[in-house]
Nanobody, 127 residues
Framework: QVQLVESGGGLVQAGGSLRLSCAAS????????MGWFRQAPGKKREFVAA????????YYADSVKGRSTISRDKAIDTVYLQMNSLQPEDTAVYYC????????????????????WGQGTQVTVSS
């Protein structure tokens, strides 16, 4: 059973930075896609960033491109989301997600494409 545990959320002022972590366990993740999503109050869960575990290929939502970086540490099965220049509109619960790629060679960025989810970590950006 895949388990994902997020950490690193908190309260930060606009313009600040946070690094979210997602500790993954229960599988060998070499053929997995890992993603970060977020959900603000009253809004749908939306894609933020994704990474292919095997080769490190990444994909970002336009809203965070250029100010966020997704990465993974294979030695400790952890995925990170470094977020810089945070703005109040980045306030949301951030979720880590994982899914087996099988023979898929692309990047998964839809909520429905991910089978495993963490419990989420709150990020609040004050103006």
């Amino acid at each position: 059973q895949v388990q994902l545990v997020e950490s690193g959320g908190g309260l930060v002022q606009a313009g600040g930075s946070l690094r979210l972590s997602c500790a993954a366990s229960g599988r060998t993740f070499s053929r997995y896609a890992m993603g970060w999503f977020r959900q603000a109050p009253g809004k749908k869960r939306e894609f933020v960033a994704a990474i292919r575990w095997s080769d490190g290929s990444t994909y970002y939502a336009d809203s965070v491109k250029g100010r966020s970086t997704i990465s993974r540490d294979k030695a400790i099965d952890t995925v990170y989301l470094q977020m810089n220049s945070l703005q109040p509109e980045d306030t949301a619960v951030y979720y880590c997600a994982a899914d087996h790629l099988g023979g898929f060679t692309g990047i998964k960025y839809q909520v429905s494409e991910y089978a495993y989810w963490g419990q989420g970590t709150q990020v609040t950006v004050s103006s």
